[in-house]
């Protein structure tokens, strides 16, 4: 919130419904759902301000990131995160 644009990783100890919302982010991010097993389960795209999205799976691990970004991403794809 409130910061310029940047991707932001976010662990859960467990797989759970993660919304957001874009109250105080004044630009558009694209956000990856990802699973224990490192699989995208969910993609929100040109998340806008002012907006809230409640996911319909569960995830371990989002990550926001500026939007467009995601060109060739689709969900099932696998992430290596290191």
């Known amino acids: 919130m409130f910061s310029k644009q940047k991707t932001l990783v976010f662990y859960f100890k467990k797989p759970q419904i993660v919304s957001l919302h ?5 630009f558009a991010i694209d956000v990856l759902f990802i699973d224990e097993n490192s699989t995208i ?7 806008t301000p002012y907006s809230y999205y409640k996911p319909k799976k569960k995830a371990k691990i989002v990550i926001e990131i500026p939007a467009f970004n995601l ?10 995160i290191k």
């Open 22 to 26: 874009m109250a105080f982010v004044f």
């Open 41 to 47: 389960v969910e993609i929100k795209r040109n998340f």
């Open 71 to 80: 060109k060739d991403t689709e969900v099932d794809d696998e992430i290596e």
